[in-house]
């Protein structure tokens, strides 16, 4: 074994590699005994919120709260750093983190997956430790003693037994040979319970072109990308060796939805679709550029089963038109909703709340913990990467917002800003942009975290205020359900 070829910031930190390999075993039937899955099932189960609030207690923040903005009351310490393109997270119910680290076009990380451990409470991993070498991934999930791992072209899953931070064995392939070409590659995964495993599959183009992001090139009608990218489809957590054909397309017309979560009251999916670019480049006659740089907007979606966003022949101006127009490469004016080939874009799947062009959302969680005010109860966290194309206006995004939300997943008061300044810069962004944040997920003891893929950071943030009256009075009038 050699040590994780990296510098860490952190104190006594223990490197270690699990050299694994992957199977490859013929399909399987589904491996029956896995029980309901998910941290959400396991915080539900019986942990001790007192034992929480005492580990919280020997948390240390940051002074600064690592260079962050935050609301009054919450603070956040660093628990790893320069881990390498850190993108989603998934957290066991002992609060160890296991983080998806990315693999880019030119790009291998010696290990897709990094494990943290805080072995003496104060908030930083003093154990460090790498396993699938070789090939990285942006989304992760965890549940049940297993933990999924969305590579490029396929989702693993590996086993751990109770204490364990590496797998002892390789993993299994869930789902192998999904597409991984073109603009949008990253797989996110998750899961609704034992059974269903959610997977995005984003487009392949930025808006199904003749000639992908080519000046007054065409169109394609029907899209050819629809039948296999562009949408979310569902998988038998339990199988194994399955392929994209297998399983069921779920939902349609989604762009690249990075930003997943599943409403842990209603087991409803949400996400939030990274919005089309390049209106100005590719139809000037149409768009300014001051125009192009706030449109389309990025969406906030319920994502049922069969629904259809209208990518690519639509997009919601939340702007000018408040509503979703025809795209320009199907006739559209930056006016118009319906379109020669019989396209009307009231017809499709309509935004609960729209985000600032640009903005790339990357992760979201709904939050389920007692630790934060009662205001934050089952709403939605969505971290934002940051925009690259809002010139002549600056690039935005690079924070974490936050959406109220009712019981059942409905948004239920404007967005806030809770995380900020990741970027750290004054600009031009993305270029100098310190850290941008990509995944969002939550502890044990409700602590947020959030990681970075430009840093290599993972931040817990933590609310060390007091809690109102009225926050006591809900608890003690809530029956406990946390999902």
């Not at 589904?30 to 998910?38: A, I, K, N, R, V």
């Not at 339990?238 to 690249?256: C, F």
């Not at 768009?287 to 990518?311: K, S, Y």
Request: proline share 8%; aromatic share 8%.
């Amino acid at each position: 074994m050699r040590p994780i070829p990296f510098t860490f910031r952190v104190s006594a930190a223990a490197l270690l590699v699990g050299a694994l390999s992957a199977c490859s075993e013929p399909p399987s039937a589904p491996d029956e005994s896995l029980e309901p899955t998910g941290a959400r099932t396991d915080r539900a189960a019986g942990l001790d919120d007192r034992a929480n609030d005492r580990a919280r207690g020997s948390v240390r923040c940051d002074p600064d709260n690592a260079g962050i903005t935050l609301p009054p009351g919450f603070c956040a310490v660093v628990v790893a750093d320069r881990l390498g393109a850190a993108r989603h997270m998934a957290v066991t119910p002992t609060g160890d983190v296991f983080v998806a680290i990315n693999q880019t076009r030119n790009s291998i990380p010696p290990f897709g997956i990094i494990a943290l451990r805080d072995a003496n409470g104060d908030g930083k991993a003093d154990v460090i430790r790498g396993f699938n070498p070789g090939k990285g991934g942006s989304g992760i999930d965890w549940g049940n003693g297993r933990l999924f791992f969305g590579e490029n072209d396929r989702v693993v899953r590996y086993r751990l037994g109770a204490g364990e931070l590496v797998p002892s064995a390789g993993p299994e392939v869930v789902v192998g040979g999904l597409p991984a070409s073109g603009d949008h590659i990253s797989k996110t995964v998750v899961l609704r319970d034992d059974r269903t495993l959610f997977v995005n599959i984003g487009s392949a183009s930025n808006a199904c072109q003749v000639q992908n992001r080519v000046l007054h090139s065409p169109g394609v009608f029907p899209c050819p990308e629809l039948p296999i990218r562009a949408g979310v489809w569902t998988f038998d957590a339990r199988g194994t060796n399955q392929t994209q054909a297998s399983g069921q397309h779920y939902a349609t017309g989604y762009r690249n939805m990075v930003a997943l979560a599943v409403q842990p009251r209603t087991h409803e999916l949400f996400g939030v679709m990274h919005g089309r670019d390049m209106l100005f480049e590719n139809w000037p006659e149409h768009f300014t550029v001051e125009q192009d740089a706030v449109l389309p907007a990025e969406e906030l979606v319920h994502i049922g089963r069969g629904t259809n966003n209208g990518w690519p022949y639509c997009y919601f101006d939340a702007v000018f038109q408040n509503r979703k127009v025809l795209a320009p490469e199907y006739g559209g004016d930056g006016m118009l909703v319906r379109g020669p080939q019989g396209i009307d874009c009231s017809t499709f799947n309509q935004p609960l709340l729209t985000f600032g062009a640009h903005w790339a959302p990357n992760g979201m969680h709904f939050y389920e913990g007692r630790q934060f005010p009662r205001h934050y109860r089952d709403g939605a966290f969505v971290a934002f990467h940051g925009g690259f194309d809002r010139a002549p206006l600056p690039n935005e995004g690079y924070k974490v917002m936050f959406v109220p939300m009712t019981r059942d997943g409905r948004p239920s008061g404007p967005a806030e800003v809770f995380a900020d300044n990741f970027a750290g810069s004054p600009g031009p962004l993305p270029q100098t942009a310190k850290h941008r944040p990509v995944g969002v997920t939550e502890g044990p003891d409700g602590s947020l975290y959030i990681s970075d893929d430009r840093g290599g950071r993972i931040y817990r943030v933590i609310f060390v205020g007091r809690h109102d009256a009225a926050d006591d009075d809900n608890e003690r009038g809530e029956d406990g359900h946390r999902g």
